[in-house]
């Protein structure tokens, strides 16, 4: 691909596997509806991560930074959004289905866009700790729904093996279920499962107590891990917990830890005075300051324009 020249749809989806398998989640945008003459074709592609970067292409500098904005709220809602931009005298003209956000544009390209997003969450990894047959058991019943799994020994299981978005599984069965457990704690884990017995479990847990491991992450521990499926053969155990982590996950109980995580600050939101686009008051959006007021722009022709005459554009938005 040529340098600079933005991905297209192969190579957004070829993106989009290598993100879903590295356990990174992300939302793709999609044009699903296009007018002439904007500069998104039907089909075109973008992924968006929750830092806001984009790659793929879905329009101009006037539907870019509207996508961004949109998609990250998809992430952190979890729920799909289809999104029409175009001209405010279309708006009036067409007919908009419920449920559909409107977002005028008066940008000189003109031109409407339907723009579908989707949140595509990663793929759940499963990192199970031990050699047992239930242990194997258990990797290949989580492959099996499609999800992320490895198999570790528990001699061999370090904390740097675990991600925020890994869920472990401790399976040694009275082989170093300390060491292991306390491995799993050091990192930040979606979440931490003991295969053991609930006395074995309160033991393991009064032992690191003892070592200075604070109340509140041992009783994040599940112990005893997996679903009480009754009288169960040792392979069949694999069965329960696989039945645990698939409603954890339906309960959104895998997702990444946030406690160390900075909360989600969005930008404070003006009026780009010259087109009437809302966007985000930060450095991207080409600033301008008139008069001890900053101003920001969808795109540098709106910047310009400004430039060259800032009174006729404000005091038009004074009478507005």
């Known amino acids: 691909m040529t340098a600079n020249m933005p991905a297209e749809g192969p190579e957004v989806m070829a993106r989009a596997l290598e993100l879903m398998r590295s356990g990174e989640s992300f939302a793709l945008a999609t044009v699903v509806w296009r007018q002439p003459p904007s500069s998104g074709q039907h089909g075109s592609r973008a992924i968006v991560l929750s830092d806001g970067s984009l790659y793929g292409w879905i329009g101009g500098a006037c539907a870019e930074p509207v996508i961004i904005r949109e998609a990250q709220r998809v992430l952190e809602r979890g729920e799909s959004a289809l999104i029409w931009l175009g001209q405010q005298a279309d708006l009036d003209a ?24 989707e949140p595509v969450a990663a793929l759940p990894h499963v990192l199970v700790v031990g050699r047992s047959p239930m242990a194997m058991t258990l990797v290949d019943l989580v492959r099996d729904v499609g999800w992320r799994a490895e198999l570790v020994d528990g001699p061999d299981f370090v904390s740097t093996m675990v991600t925020p978005s890994t869920a472990v599984v401790i399976a040694t069965q009275g082989h170093g279920d300390e ?9 930040d884990a979606a979440m931490v499962g003991l295969v053991a017995s609930r006395k074995r479990g309160d033991v393991v847990r009064g032992f690191l107590a003892e070592q200075g491991v604070s109340v509140s992450r041992l009783d994040a521990v599940h112990v005893p891990m997996g679903l009480d499926l009754g009288h169960t053969s040792h392979r069949e155990i694999a069965v329960s917990i696989l039945a645990e982590l698939v409603q954890l996950r339906a309960a959104g109980g895998l997702k990444p830890h946030t406690r160390t995580m900075l909360p989600l600050i969005e930008p404070d939101e ?5 087109c009437g686009m809302t966007v985000g008051a930060v450095p991207a959006n080409r600033p301008f300051e008139y008069e001890g007021t900053t101003y920001y722009f969808c795109a540098m022709g709106c910047r310009k324009a400004f430039e060259k005459d800032p009174a006729s554009f404000i005091s038009r938005e004074v009478a507005c």
């Open 94 to 117: 067409m007919h908009i289905p419920a449920g559909v956000m409107t977002v005028p544009m008066s940008c000189q390209s003109e031109g409407a866009l339907q723009i579908f997003i």
């Open 179 to 187: 060491e292991a457990v306390t491995e799993a704690l050091r990192a």
């Open 270 to 274: 003006v009026i780009d005075l010259v």
